[in-house]
């Protein structure tokens, strides 16, 4: 059982450029989530998805994209890759709501 | 104010000391809320879930506040390795899929 694995681990963008972060889940979760982490500001909510074919924003969405086209995969698209999102991303997924995510290891972007 | 707030610390305790944390919130719809733990530079992990007024787990107790309108994380007789930064996810927020944490209060306990 292998939860939620996070593809690539480490990522080097030049400006523009657009790359997509997978994120798979074993668990048949019907909740999935993109969330950024940089110092200072926590963990923010990118997009998320409580089914296969639904999709909603969360709290900074904008330059990301998101498609649920199966209940295991999410992944996140940069279009146009912006030294402001050089982060770290996790993906997470849970059971419905019920509050208890389970992330993968993250994904660390770094945009120059 | 923001809608969740957390005092990022960092908090310095000896071992053996007793800590606490709050997280403030800014609306309230339900009961259930949740405390995460994450270690330097890796992802967060489900440290307690709290569907009523409190839980205990251990050294661990979290409890909410409805009229203050805050949730707080006790943990007695700091080890070492509870130091990290603690998150929380208040009321309203894990409804929907859509949980949104506070930023995170980090702890750092000293021999």
């Known amino acids: 059982n292998a939860g939620v694995t996070q593809t690539p681990k480490f990522q080097v963008l030049k400006t523009g450029q657009s790359m997509t972060l997978q994120c798979a889940q074993d668990?048949?979760?019907?909740?999935m989530s993109w969330y950024r982490q940089d110092p200072g500001m926590g963990l923010r909510l990118i997009h998320y998805?409580?089914?296969?074919?639904?999709?909603d924003q969360g709290e900074v969405p904008n330059g990301y994209n998101v498609s649920r086209s199966t209940t295991e995969d999410f992944p996140l698209r940069l279009l146009s890759a912006a030294p402001s999102q050089t982060s770290v991303y996790f993906c997470?997924?849970?059971?419905?709501?019920?509050?208890?995510?389970?992330f993968g290891e993250g994904s660390r972007l770094t945009v120059l | 104010r923001k809608e969740v707030e957390q005092d990022p610390g960092p908090f310095n305790v000896p071992e053996g000391a007793t800590v606490a944390f709050n997280c403030t919130y800014s609306?309230?719809?339900?009961?259930?809320f949740f405390w995460y733990r994450q270690d330097c530079r890796k992802e967060p992990k489900l440290l307690m879930s709290?569907?009523?007024s409190g839980n205990e787990d251990g050294r661990f107790t979290a409890q909410l506040n409805r009229a203050s309108q805050y949730i707080s994380l006790l943990i007695r007789d700091s080890k070492l390795s509870d130091s990290a930064t603690y998150l929380c996810?208040?009321?309203?927020?894990?409804?929907?899929?859509?949980?949104?944490f506070g930023q995170g209060t980090e702890l750092s306990v000293k021999p």
């Open positions: 997470a997924s849970s059971y419905k709501s019920s509050g208890e995510l389970f």
């Open positions: 668990m048949n979760h019907e909740y």
């Open positions: 998805s409580v089914g296969a074919g639904i999709t």
């Open positions: 609306n309230s719809a339900s009961q259930s």
């Open positions: 709290v569907y009523s």
């Open positions: 996810v208040p009321p309203i927020y894990n409804q929907g899929g859509k949980l949104i």
